[in-house]
């Protein structure tokens, strides 16, 4: 499998004194437009009760992180890996590709507020290009697949319909290569990793392959869109 690690900001930096953006293997991909599809048919209804969880994977858990983190009704967000065993949760070992993880993140959110088909919405719509496989933009590799990984099987039945649904529609260019999967376990990524996308919004990486994601979800889905993000840091310390 061929893996590829995001870039040292160092080299980035110099290549954009180069001049060498047009070359750089970040070129805008869908996920940089973003999407508008429709609801998904499917869904929960909104009624309260206690907090929901979705473990989704969409390439680099800086970004999907940090676009959820803008979302209404989303309590909190971490960032971790999901798909392989405990003792290979490691960013090191991830990186390799061969440990079955993949970057993810776990949204804990108000059914309240938000649906989980809604947070679906945001993930397919924004979030990242569900159409690549093993990979993201710039970021190549099985640790950086589309994945959903369900909790029980109303979230599995959701999740499914939404991509036929999706796929009906011809809502993307591609079909969808979003992975279904049961979740076999979450594990929080290093302290580091989290909250990436808010303490550093001037890190090229993030400017170029983040930064559009939440301008893209304050555009296409106003209504779900927070203008201050829910930072783990300041959940952790309540």
């Known amino acids: ?7 040292n ?4 930096l110099a290549a954009l004194l180069l ?3 047009s070359v750089w293997p970040w070129q805008s ?9 429709a609801a998904p048919a499917i869904d929960n209804p909104k009624i309260p009760g206690t907090a929901q969880t979705a473990v989704l994977s969409g390439g680099c858990f800086w970004g999907v992180q940090g676009v959820f983190e803008h979302v209404r009704g989303v309590q909190r967000v971490v960032a971790g890996y999901a798909g392989g065993a405990r003792d290979t949760a490691h960013y090191d070992m991830v990186g390799t590709g061969r440990t079955g993880h993949a970057e993810s ?4 959110f108000d059914p309240a507020q938000i649906s989980y088909g809604e947070i679906l919405q945001v993930f397919f719509s924004v979030a990242h290009d569900p159409t690549e496989l093993n990979r993201q933009g710039p970021d190549v590799g099985s640790q950086y697949r589309s994945e959903i990984f369900y909790h029980d099987a109303t979230q599995k039945q959701i999740a499914e319909s939404y991509i036929a649904q999706l796929n009906q529609a011809h ?3 591609r079909a969808i290569a979003t992975r279904v999967d049961a979740l076999p376990g979450f594990y929080a990524a290093e302290d580091y990793h989290q909250d990436f996308l ?7 990486y993030i400017v170029y392959n983040d930064l ?3 301008d893209n979800l304050k555009r296409l889905l106003p209504g779900e869109y927070l203008g201050q993000p829910i930072l783990l840091s300041n959940v952790a310390a309540r």
């Open 1 to 7: 499998m061929l893996t590829q690690r995001k870039p």
């Open 9 to 12: 900001p160092a080299i980035v």
């Open 19 to 21: 001049g060498a953006v």
């Open 29 to 37: 991909h869908a996920a940089d437009r973003g999407v508008a599809i």
């Open 105 to 108: 993140v776990q949204v804990s």
């Open 171 to 173: 809502a993307f260019p």
């Open 198 to 204: 808010q303490h550093n919004p001037t890190y090229p």
């Open 212 to 214: 559009p994601k939440i």
